[in-house]
């Protein structure tokens, strides 16, 4: 089955900062990759996502990267804030006889100083 | 639109106890997924329904854990006998439709489960 790997668990930075989150995925077939962010006690909130037919795609202060080749993707924050404080998780899917199982990261706790 | 609903938001029982968690998708979305978030790790899938079908229900504890979506709408979770490593956050989540593309997931607040 497929397995997702993310990086760093934890990462600090300033406000104004910028901050970089890496996932790595085992399936070579998966083709579709969302980012949720879950802040304390709330549920996941899909923020944004990939599909493997492109290799960039940015949302505001917020962008996504894949490389198919490598079997990776990152997630991108600029200009982060306080209210970006929260924990991201990473997944990858492969739709298969018409349906997508998500397999997630472990997740990477952002806190953002002010 | 409505959310996903769930409940009850919290629980706390018994290890050996039996206990049932009931999940409202968003109107009209045929996939319904039941995920387990222990803490400081991401959710697992448990089973996931394409309307009333399981479609994936590799990583669902058989012995102790069940699951139904009778009408193809609303679902329920249950567990019986609860060991203490069942506790963790229990998460339903629903899609329209299967495939990436149409597959995103959106999330209900989840139920916060205590085995003691």
């Known amino acids: 089955g497929e397995n997702v790997e993310q990086h760093p668990s934890t990462l600090s930075v300033q406000e104004g900062d910028s901050a970089v989150i890496k996932c790595t995925y085992s399936d070579s077939a998966s083709n579709y990759f969302p980012w949720y962010k879950q802040e304390l006690g709330k549920r996941p909130q899909l923020i944004i996502d990939i599909r493997s037919n492109v290799g960039e795609k940015k949302d505001q202060r917020i962008a996504v990267t894949l490389n198919k080749t490598a079997k990776h993707f990152s997630l991108h924050i600029t200009e982060t804030q306080p209210e970006d404080s929260a924990v991201y998780f990473c997944a990858a899917s492969r739709a298969n006889s018409g349906y997508s199982t998500l397999t997630f990261g472990k997740g990477t706790m952002l806190l953002v100083s002010p | 639109e409505a959310g996903v609903a769930q409940s009850p938001r919290y629980k706390i029982i018994e290890k050996r106890q039996s206990v049932a968690f009931w999940c409202n998708p968003i109107?009209?979305?045929?996939?319904l997924y039941w995920y387990q978030q222990i803490l400081g790790q991401g959710p697992k899938l448990l089973i996931q329904?394409?309307?009333?079908?399981?479609?994936?229900d590799s990583q669902l504890p058989k012995d102790r854990f069940s699951a139904e979506r009778l009408k193809g709408v609303d679902s329920t979770l249950k567990i019986q006998p609860a060991k203490l490593e069942d506790s963790a956050v229990y998460l339903c989540?629903?899609?329209?439709?299967?495939?990436?593309?149409?597959?995103?997931?959106?999330f209900g607040p989840g139920t916060r489960l205590l085995v003691l």
């Open positions: 989540a629903s899609s329209l439709a299967g495939g990436a593309g149409k597959g995103t997931q959106y």
């Open positions: 329904f394409q309307n009333n079908g399981v479609v994936d």
């Open positions: 109107s009209g979305h045929a996939t």
